[in-house]
């Protein structure tokens, strides 16, 4: 079992819609979690982080964080065109230093 | 500053042949990484390093070497290129206690 999962995608919503970004994990000692935005040919770019104990809003995006599930959420509310990119979930790895454990990535596109 | 820097931005091999990707920082980042993302898999970490002359292998290092003789560079060596090398690498930098590491534009190779 990979210690974080994320659907690959592409996941291609309507401009307006609110859309859900979803990653599991396994060891529930992990706390810390970060979604990074990926544009096309770009490198990955923070986006938002949270802790284990909830949620976090930042403008049109919230994280979301269900320790009972081992799961974690990005929503984007109002989805614009300029939101399609590739979304990564990320957690510190427990036994190294500043090594991060990587979902997959969700591929997201917003039609207009 | 220019953050994370990498070159070339594309490059073709030939199966055998050899190469060396640059990257270089200018944020005096103790951290430094080396990693490389197929379609669909996410980040896997080749090589990183915590100060100049310390490096460690990551999850997929077979077929790459790193030095790090400076702070602020931090050059990834390919050694007889074989198509599965065909990848975007990606070179990153942080600091201890920072809340994200930072991404360089990536390298595209394509190896023949």
């Known amino acids: 079992q990979k210690e974080v999962e994320q659907d690959p995608g592409p996941l291609s919503v309507p401009e307006g819609a609110i859309v859900s970004l979803n990653c599991t994990y396994s060891?529930?000692?992990?706390?810390?979690f970060m979604w990074y935005r990926q544009y096309s040919r770009k490198g990955p770019e923070l986006l938002m982080y949270t802790y284990s104990s909830g949620n976090k809003e930042d403008g049109r995006f919230t994280a979301q964080v269900d320790k009972s599930s081992k799961y974690i959420s990005l929503f984007i509310r109002d989805s614009q065109p300029s939101d399609s990119a590739t979304y990564l979930c990320?957690?510190?790895?427990?036994?190294?230093?500043?090594?991060?454990?990587w979902g997959a990535g969700t591929k997201l596109i917003i039609k207009p | 500053n220019a953050g994370v820097t990498q070159t070339p931005k594309f490059r073709i091999l030939k199966i055998g042949q050899s190469m060396t990707l640059q990257c270089a920082q200018d944020m005096n980042h103790n951290y430094m990484y080396w990693y490389r993302q197929d379609p669909g898999m996410g980040l896997k970490l080749i090589y990183y390093s915590v100060g100049a002359g310390i490096t460690d292998k990551g999850e997929v290092p077979n077929g790459y070497n790193v030095s790090r003789s400076t702070t602020e560079d931090f050059p990834l060596r390919l050694e007889l290129a074989a198509p599965s090398q065909t990848s975007v690498y990606f070179c990153?930098?942080?600091?201890?206690?920072?809340?994200?590491?930072?991404f360089g534009p990536g390298t595209r190779l394509t190896v023949l």
């Open positions: 060891n529930s000692a992990f706390q810390y």
């Open positions: 990320a957690t510190p790895r427990m036994d190294s230093n500043y090594q991060l454990i």
């Open positions: 990153a930098s942080t600091v201890p206690g920072a809340d994200t590491q930072y």
